[in-house]
């Protein structure tokens, strides 16, 4: 049975204060998948992230970006987000005069605070200033908690596993798997998700579906993420595109 593509990449290149970044990225996530990216820093992983998410700064010169059927490339960040996308940034902002409880709220009126902090661990951080003074394992699950009362269609992680401890990884894999619907049998799967990782450490406590190796500005393999992590840590980036995904 075809699986219904969520989000669609077609040949799209990015740049930023006129460099070229993105050059050429081709990448379809289907409904209920989640997909791992994997490449060094500076290989334009969050320059993708951002630029689905809409975020003006970075300039589309060619392609476009399809979600659930509808081209997004020129819309704004706010319609995006009402179609169904989602992201948890790498080093998300503290919001001084917001307190955690009430963006939660803000993210989903129907959604129950005490109960999405709770399974966060944070329900002492309720009445707190959104990730000031929070640690770095705080502020993700901060995130994690803002996402499971969003519960986008299509959600984007961009290191969530970075520069936490073992527990918080825990939770936190627990978390996407919540919000992608790994919970659910296969066939019930609506829910997407793309996760930036370095080291690999949170898809230990997660699904993921497929694995993709990004250099220099595009994708250059495709393949199973336990095989792509294994030849990573075996041979390097560019060792494992070239074993796995030899041209």
């Known amino acids: 049975m075809e699986v219904f593509k969520l989000l669609e990449i ?14 050429g990225v081709n990448l379809s996530v289907g409904e ?3 997909h791992a990216l994997f490449g060094p820093n500076g290989c334009g992983k969050t320059t993708l992230l951002n630029t689905i998410a809409g975020i003006p700064r970075y300039k589309v010169e060619g392609g476009r970006i399809v979600l659930k059927g509808v081209d997004i490339t020129e819309k704004p960040m706010n319609e995006r987000a009402r179609l169904g996308l989602g992201i948890a ?16 709220k803000l993210c989903n009126p129907q959604a129950n605070p005490e109960r999405i902090l709770k399974d966060m661990d944070l329900l002492s951080f309720a009445d707190r200033e959104v990730n000031r003074g929070f640690s770095g394992g705080e502020v993700k699950r901060s ?9 986008p269609d299509m959600v984007m992680l961009d290191e969530p596993d970075s520069g936490v401890d073992l ?10 798997n919540r919000i992608t619907d790994k919970e659910q049998k296969p066939s019930k799967r ?6 930036i990782t370095h080291f690999g450490h949170v898809l230990d406590y997660m699904t993921t ?8 500005g595009t994708i250059v393999c495709t393949g199973s993420p336990k095989e792509i992590l294994e030849q ?12 796995l995904c030899p041209v």
């Open 167 to 176: 527990e918080n990884i825990k939770l936190i894999g627990r978390a996407i």
């Open 143 to 151: 995130e994690m908690a803002q996402l499971l009362a969003q519960r």
């Open 232 to 243: 990573i840590k075996k041979s390097g980036y560019e060792g494992c595109a070239g074993c």
């Open 209 to 216: 579906d497929k694995a993709h190796v990004m250099l220099e």
């Open 190 to 195: 609506t829910r997407s998700g793309i996760i």
């Open 89 to 104: 940034f790498q080093h998300p902002p503290a919001i001084r005069g917001l307190k955690l409880r009430d963006l939660i």
């Open 10 to 23: 077609e040949d799209l290149s990015v740049s930023i204060g006129g460099k070229r970044v993105l050059k």
């Open 32 to 34: 209920g998948e989640t």
